[in-house]
């Protein structure tokens, strides 16, 4: 029972990060067309500097879920805390350049 009940909550970790990358990707677009809208030059460089490190968090995030789903249970637990910080530091990550990008977003629009 712990087995299926660990390869679940794997697998719910691994949907979930996929649902968070198509999001990301989704705000990426809008951003996007917002800025070719935008008149205001600075504007437009900032929200292009917050939308950058969107897309390579993302790709993190996606090898990082994928790692530790692939590694779970094969070592110690130690281990399996630093995939656990490491997943939680880059999803945090990811929201600050979501979060920037939609503060930026507005601005321009």
Known sequence: ???STQS???TDM???CKEIIALTKQIQKHADLI???CPDKRLV???SNSMEPMGMLSQQLNIIASVK???CGKYDESAEVEADEMLTINAQNLMKS???TVR???SCS
């Open 14 to 16: 691994i949907t979930t």
């Open 98 to 100: 979501v979060r920037d």
């Open 35 to 37: 800025s070719k809208n």
């Open 45 to 47: 460089m900032s929200l």
């Open 1 to 3: 029972a712990v087995v």
């Open 8 to 10: 679940t909550g794997m």
């Open 69 to 71: 789903a692939a590694a």
């Open 104 to 106: 930026a977003s507005e």
